[in-house]
């Protein structure tokens, strides 16, 4: 029983990933990440700036894709560093997933009720 479980002890720390390549995998993914930080935050200055400016609900609908992908990498990377490369590319990419239905959604929100986003 005990050599059984020192072979799985073995076998998973074999199976862990070099940091080297954690490193990699998740900045090629971090960059996409920022990426929709920065649009999302490019879309927040051009609204607030815009000549009715922004209202606390638009403040708030429009600061939360900024949050979001911030978030859903944190997660995702605690999820998955332990695992082997595939997997845990394929849950950053997930997670990429996730934050881009999100932004569709806020675009399609804007696009339909923009108005209750303005200020007065």
Do not use: C, H, K
């Not at 090629?28 to 649009?39: D, I, R």
Request: glycine fraction near 10%; charge should be positive.
């Amino acid at each position: 029983m005990t050599t059984d479980a020192s072979t799985s002890a073995r076998r998973e720390r074999r199976a862990a990933m070099p940091t080297w390549a954690i490193a990699v995998i998740s900045s090629v993914f971090g960059l996409f990440y920022a990426y929709a930080v920065w649009n999302a935050v490019a879309f927040l200055v051009t609204q607030a700036t815009g000549p009715l400016g922004l209202n606390g609900y638009g403040w708030f609908v429009l600061l939360l894709p900024v949050v979001l992908p911030l978030a859903v990498f944190g997660v995702a990377f605690a999820i998955g560093w332990r695992r082997r490369a595939l997997p845990f590319a394929a849950i950053l990419l997930t997670g990429l997933g996730l934050v881009s239905v999100f932004w569709l959604d806020i675009i399609a929100y804007g696009a339909v009720y923009g108005g209750s986003l303005l200020g007065s």
